[in-house]
């Protein structure tokens, strides 16, 4: 097992992100290998890179963020992001992780190796913890305008990924709009809402954003543009919640014991709705392991990141998805 | 000062949607209309119908949640929501207070008060607590689909309504898009963002969901869809997150010890969350007072979107936005 770790992506490339993959070496004793310029790559790992686990691959370019995605891909053949795709394709790693442009990424991954068999455009998937159960809400940001038949598609690519990897039985899809009546939308919404409706999933209408949070349906389906809004919208309300509440709790003195008694809590409470703990999320619907991490990753994130690529190869995550991909063919789920 | 209140409108009208209208006469002293069925509402006031606070005015019909707004609008001459703003056209109200169909009571707006000059179509404003300024996020769901000259219209708005009614200096304006790059966000982004870049708005480029909180601009432009999936995002994770906080805290004993030492702040840091606190939404862009409340609103959202509504009407907030536009166009901010 060898995870590519895209070690000139991310806002704090390449040092954050090799602390992560060398943290992911020594403490999970998981190979990387660190793509990227090799004289900036030797300067973050200092003295650390005696472990047997930690690979150095040298390459002269890099994707910038901002950067038009699919032009400075097929441009730079060998910026981090295409050799660490390369590297996969060729067999000498098994999975990729980056913290670097996402629409890059997904650019890398479709162009290197393909999309599975039913894919039109792959999408990031994002695990939010639900109340009643985990939710994948898809697409995170990889594809800002879609097309109904393409939103329809993360619908099954979500319905494949939940039922093949995360252990879900038919699990519920929901379309994200403003209100849970059929009319309600914008017009691409509309048309999606029919295309689910005449599928064989297990649709259950429109979801309001809230639903992200309830677990009432464990896939929730929406363009790339939505779905990264309302990521960033997470963490936005998180960070903030965390700092009103302890405001709030400063205040009085009962409220500052409380925080002193309660603290412990209130950490594992913050973690809980950390995306560093989840670290980063699956793309979806090309022919291999990817993992997206935000561009902001600590390297706590990038070692988590490296963690879940390792399980998803282990779980052996895109020939299930293959499987069941085909089973809904077969079956007519699409139509 | 009289308040027109849509009794008919809202998931729990009009029961609690009186109850709200009760609340504000008795406790606030303000002068409420109460439009609607008057065998139902009579019902829903019971004994509570003694106060002078307090008037009926009956119709007949009801704009249904599930109804396309414009044709139920035109269509039913007589109901509740556009009898409610007939009353504020014939000067026998001062404004009007909806927790139905928010589509409807837009439409009804329009119809029948007339939109302010320089603007093409009203939006709805919501107002988030930032941690370093109140945030004005336009628009919240009035308009779906919309083009970039539309967008843009937004940000003139919110310009106005947060310089002559929030006593903002100049207000920054951010563009919701997936990323601060200029390229970054969909076609409708990208085009608004040049719009922006030409006016004399105080235009500070491309924000994400996170700026919703953070109080970095003061004004947040996006698109009704993604403005509404943003506010019940907000609502779901503040409810979600207090209800893991709890789940944490009573895990332990010195967690529960915080929880009842803390209790007084938790609920205060919950209010300070919660949507019912703010009292509904103005709609920006008619001529005339219109709060747009939750579908979901309690009788004490009810009572405090009266009273917002009676503190726009005291503050001239229309006269001073008519005010505001006119300079814009003077100064040719526009473009």
Known sequence: MKIAVDAMGGDNAPEVVVQGAVRAASELGIHVILIG???????????????????????????????????????????????AFDLVKNGDANAVVSAGNSGATLAAGVLTLGRLKGVERPAIAGIFPGEKSHVVLIDMGANVDCRPAQLFQFGIMGHAFASSCMGMKNPKVGLLSIGEEDTKGNEQVRLTHELFEQSRLNFRGNVEGRDIFSGDVQIVVCDGFVGNVALKLVEGVSEAMTNMLKTELKRSFLGRAAFLFGRREIRRFKRELDYEEYGGAPLLGINGVGIVCHGGSSARAIRNAVKTAALYVNHRVVQKMVEELNTMVSNRTFG
Chains 1, 2 share one sequence.
Do not use: N
């Open 37 to 83: 310029d090799k004289e900036l790559i030797a300067g973050a790992l200092g003295s650390q890179i005696s472990s047997d686990h930690i690979a150095v691959h040298h390459c002269e370019e890099v994707v910038q963020m901002d950067e038009s995605p699919l032009k400075a891909v097929r441009k730079k053949k060998d910026a981090s992001i295409r050799v």
